[in-house]
């Protein structure tokens, strides 16, 4: 979704009174990126459209809580279980909103890419990072022996560029320090 686009399907209206939303916005990957709670989340969700994230949501789930006691439990046992890429509270992650942490980086390259080779700029189209946190981050994780070099393949441009692998962390050369 961007800025300007619409929200297709419908639209979450309160059931009643009372009631609390929590959300949930994903990626077209199913790729979870932030948990919320509020209790009218069209005017809510417009605040999120100027985060760097938000041109990443392609869909969202809403469910209802009848207190707002109960669907701030439900937030938070959502986002200490389920760990949204841009939820920084009760998510045990230092994050400064304009980069992205590092804790995800490895987590997100291990579940898309797996054993295969990766460049910045599929770090940047597939996980929607910028590429310079992806370039920052993909250091630090090469220094902690998170991730290894493969040396040059042609990325997406066709031109021979760095590729890396994302070490699965029981193989790692160091103890992880993340």
Request: aromatic share 10%.
């Amino acid at each position: 979704m961007t800025a300007s686009s619409e929200i297709a399907g419908p639209l979450p209206t309160r059931p009643a009174d009372g009631f609390t939303a929590v959300y949930k916005f994903f990626t077209s990957d199913d790729v979870l990126l932030y948990i919320g709670i509020c209790d009218e989340p069209i005017k809510r969700w417009y605040t999120h459209t100027r985060k760097p994230w938000w041109p990443q949501v392609d869909h969202f789930s809403v469910v209802w809580h009848p207190s707002r006691e109960a669907a701030a439990e439900a937030e938070r046992q959502a986002i200490v279980a389920e760990k949204p890429i841009h939820n920084v509270a009760m998510n045990g992650i230092a994050y400064n909103g304009s980069m992205f942490p590092r804790v995800h980086l490895h987590r997100l390259t291990r579940e898309r890419f797996g054993d295969r080779p990766f460049c910045m700029a599929d770090l940047e189209t597939v996980l929607g990072i910028s590429k310079g946190s992806a370039s920052s981050k993909a250091r630090q994780l090469h220094q902690q022996g998170l991730f290894e070099s493969v040396g040059k393949l042609r990325g997406p441009s066709g031109r021979a560029v760095p590729h890396f692998r994302a070490l699965p962390l029981e193989s790692s050369k160091t103890a992880p320090q993340i």
